[in-house]
């Protein structure tokens, strides 16, 4: 009980973002069958029967996501309140989850049986899931303007999954495709569907956007509305996939057209599932119109962000305080935490020290050099064929060491807290995490570098860990006040979070799309100028 | 504006100007907004009024409020079932004068959980 409800607030975002993924996954597969591959004039019985497969895949995958929520909801829920189980299968949340439960096994069921008419009995169950989702949403627990809110989250949610959960379909329906012109047509058809999505979830976003955010100040000013940006930053990341989609169909070269649509698919819908984690990170904050006092102010963000030499001398152990959790503690009953309101297992935000601080910052500026000097020696390799700068990738290796070391001082081998101990620690769990997948990264990319690898899935290592790296950062739980110190901390990850995404995707996009397109060049020249980006944000990161 | 078919650029213009407005489908977390006794505030008893208003919408019949007395103990509050949907009420009688904390846990209608507390303290009448 006491573990689960340490990680509580992080298990919320994660079955938030895989319930919201896989929803989307089956609505969206459940409308590409019915408008698009059962409207194209050839014969598609395998097709169909390849679309009703993910289908229901993606809804098995949805009703265990709604039954781990629930169980784990109730769970704190009944612990935590001491409540009858009675008492608890009346709340809200289970009645979602129940609808949403027996909705995915409708889908289950009658995606498995054989039929030889349309599928659109399907869109009854479709329907139930939105409204399971839309049940659990900001806009249930609004006090004012609640029915049209209600209506715009069903929209809004609805044409994502639309077009979003539709997209791995079009891969599936390519791949599958008998010949190149029934390819094309599904493609023409899907685009149009897309089109119309992407219109209505922009539509019902925007006037979402008046009732929580309320002010472009409250854009920058809070976690909420600096989480806001990150996820229409991305969306225009997948609209600009889309538009190089749509120039290709119209005016790009035959031989490569569908292998070129096949490698900005794969792209899409990893950069819509980083948009879709993204949404369910926003589900641990409340929105920015709820929250007018303390925001941080223009003038806050250019005090902290504006360039300042690095810093290279570090605080030693001795100044840091020796144990986090007495260090808390001591906070808690001095007053000088906040404790107004936090999610269960959460126990309020201790400020940190200025030792901590620069502690910190001297970390940043450290792994700030190392990549930005990866990223010049990845440019200088790839603009220049310099054969020597194709080594880079090890620079990780120094990297890993370092932030295994630093990144939790009061952990073994600084600290008095044993290595096992530490590993109960979520927050410490996710640093050796990264710190393994950094060394991961050094192998993997220094082989594909210096061509010890043979093409093949080896190459894509290296981007997906990246992107999913920055998708990660992304869905890390805030903070339910406005926290300044916070805030402005969020707002020199997003950038990082972003950039990471960014050359994920370039990267896997020149290593996938075929030589005769033109884009590749312009990719293979964007994943290092993100690399050096990155090192310069980290350089310039700061906490006082 | 409608996006030609022809012209691409058309397109991602439609579509930047589509993304700066669109916002994420949240999901709500109750943020304590106003409470009596305020945060860190001192009152008089032996009676104290309680009341805490929230940013949503709450299920009153699956909060929980507890105030903790000066010696550590725990006594439970009886909430109120006549309150606007977005406010906790309870009376906290027979006071003396000390350092108390008021905790407190709320379902919002939504299905999400948060907790607080406000410590106060109650000073003679």
Same mark, same amino acid.
């Given at each position: 009980m006491a573990r689960l409800l340490q990680v509580f607030g992080f298990l919320s975002v994660l079955f938030r973002g895989a319930t919201l993924t896989f929803q989307s996954l089956a609505i969206g597969g459940i409308v590409f069958l019915i408008l698009v591959v059962r409207r194209?004039?050839?014969?598609s019985a395998a097709l169909q029967q390849a679309c009703l497969r993910w289908i229901r895949r993606a809804a098995i995958a949805l009703a265990a996501m709604q039954i781990s929520y629930v169980l784990a909801n109730s769970i704190i829920l009944r612990q935590s309140a001491d409540m009858s189980l009675g008492e608890v299968a009346g709340a809200n949340f289970v009645l979602a989850g129940a609808i949403g439960v027996v909705s995915a096994f409708t889908v289950i069921a009658l995606t498995a049986a054989r039929r030889s008419t349309g599928y659109t009995d399907l869109l009854l169950p479709a329907a139930a899931i939105v409204t399971s989702s839309v049940m659990t949403s900001h806009s249930m627990a609004r006090l004012e303007y609640r029915a049209p809110l209600v209506a715009f989250t069903a929209l809004h949610q609805a044409a994502t999954a639309v077009w979003l959960g539709g997209l791995p379909y079009l891969l599936i329906a390519i791949r599958r495709a008998p010949a190149a012109d029934f390819a094309r047509q599904l493609s023409a058809r899907f685009s149009q569907l897309a089109l119309v999505s992407v219109a209505v979830l922009a539509s019902a976003g925007l006037l979402l956007s008046f009732a929580y955010v309320g002010s472009f100040k409250a854009v920058y000013g809070t976690s909420y509305g600096a989480m806001v940006a990150t996820k229409v930053l991305l969306f225009g990341l997948l609209l600009f996939l889309g538009a190089l989609n749509f120039q290709l169909v119209r005016r790009g070269p035959a031989s490569s057209i569908l292998a070129s649509l096949k490698r900005f698919g794969e792209a899409e819908i990893g950069i819509g599932i980083t948009v879709i984690l993204t949404a369910a990170s926003l589900t641990s904050l409340p929105p920015a119109a709820d929250l007018t006092d303390d925001r941080v102010t223009g003038q806050e963000i250019f005090a902290r962000m504006s360039p300042r030499s690095p810093r290279f001398a570090s605080p030693s152990v001795q100044e840091l305080p020796e144990d986090i959790y007495a260090a808390q503690k001591k906070a808690f009953e001095s007053g000088s935490l906040s404790t107004e309101s936090y999610v269960p297992g959460q126990s309020g935000t201790r400020p940190n020290t200025p030792a901590e601080q620069a502690w910190s910052e001297y970390n940043h500026h450290w792994a700030g050099i190392v990549v930005l000097a990866m990223g010049l020696l990845a440019l200088v390799a790839q603009?220049?064929?310099?054969? &020597? /700068? $194709?080594? &880079?990738?090890? /620079?990780f290796l120094g990297l890993s060491a370092f932030l295994f070391l630093r990144s939790d001082p009061e952990t073994w081998p600084l600290g008095p807290v044993g290595f096992w101990a530490t590993l109960a620690d979520p927050e410490v769990l996710l640093h050796r995490f990264f710190a393994l997948l950094v060394i991961a990264l050094a192998v993997f990319e220094w082989r594909v570098q210096t061509g010890r690898? /043979?093409?093949? $899935? /080896? $190459?894509l290592v290296f981007p997906v860990l990246v992107a999913v790296s920055g998708a990660l950062l992304l869905t890390h739980s805030h903070s339910l006040g406005n926290l300044k110190e916070e805030v402005l901390a969020e707002l020199s990850h997003i950038p990082l979070a972003i950039l990471a995404v960014t050359l994920g995707w370039s990267r896997w996009l020149e290593l996938r799309l075929p030589a005769e397109n033109q884009t590749r060049n312009a990719m293979a020249r964007l994943w290092p100028l993100c690399l050096v980006l990155i090192g310069v944000v980290l350089l310039n990161y700061r906490e006082m | 504006m409608q996006p030609s078919r022809r012209n691409p650029c058309a397109l991602i213009l439609f579509a930047a100007v589509a993304a700066f407005f669109i916002v994420a489908p949240a999901v709500a977390h109750a943020v304590l907004l106003e409470s009596n006794p305020a945060l860190k505030s001192a009152v008089s008893g032996p009676d104290v009024p309680i009341k805490l208003r929230f940013n949503v919408r709450i299920d009153a019949l699956r909060s929980r409020l507890t105030l903790i007395r000066p010696d550590g103990s725990a006594q439970p509050l009886e909430i109120s079932k006549q309150t606007p949907a977005d406010t906790l009420s309870a009376e906290a009688t027979g006071l003396t004068t000390g350092a108390y904390r008021l905790r407190w846990q709320v379902l919002a209608s939504d299905g999400h959980i948060t907790r607080g507390e406000i410590p106060f303290t109650v000073s003679p009448s």
């Open positions: 194209v004039n050839e014969n603009v220049g064929q310099v054969s &020597w /700068a $194709r080594h &880079w990738p090890l /620079a690898v /043979a093409p093949g $899935r /080896a $190459r | -």
